[in-house]
Nanobody, 123 residues
């Protein structure tokens, strides 16, 4: 069973930056970041394909967040710049280990999930 381990969350002031990491213990076809704020539904943030580097972004983070991958380390990164208080949430890493080329906005299509890391942006 492939496991996902996240790191990099924390507290930052508005306008600041954080980088999240998600390391996979085995092969997956794509990985994504989702977030969930208190009292809100889980929200897609970004996703990347391992095979060709295709990326997807939520409109709310385009131009501020960048998802990238390191194939050698089996690790995906989420660089978050110009952070806003509304970015405060638990960020979770997800992976698709079943379908080659599958890259999704929908959380239910990812079969592996990390434990989540808290990101808090103060105003």
């Amino acid at each position: 069973q492939v496991q996902l381990v996240e790191s990099g969350g924390g507290l930052v002031q508005a306008g600041g930056s954080l980088r999240l990491s998600c390391a996979a213990s085995g092969r997956t076809f794509s990985m994504a970041w989702f977030r969930q704020a208190p009292g809100k539904e889980r929200e897609f943030v970004a996703a990347i394909s391992w095979s060709d580097g295709r990326v997807l972004y939520a409109d709310s983070v385009k131009g501020r967040f960048t998802i990238s991958r390191d194939n050698a380390k089996n690790t995906v990164y989420l660089q978050m710049n110009s952070l806003k208080p509304e970015d405060t949430a638990v960020y979770s890493c997800a992976a698709n280990s079943r379908y080659y080329g599958g890259l999704y906005y929908t959380g239910s299509l990812y079969d592996l999930w990390g434990q989540g890391t808290q990101v808090t942006v103060s105003s």
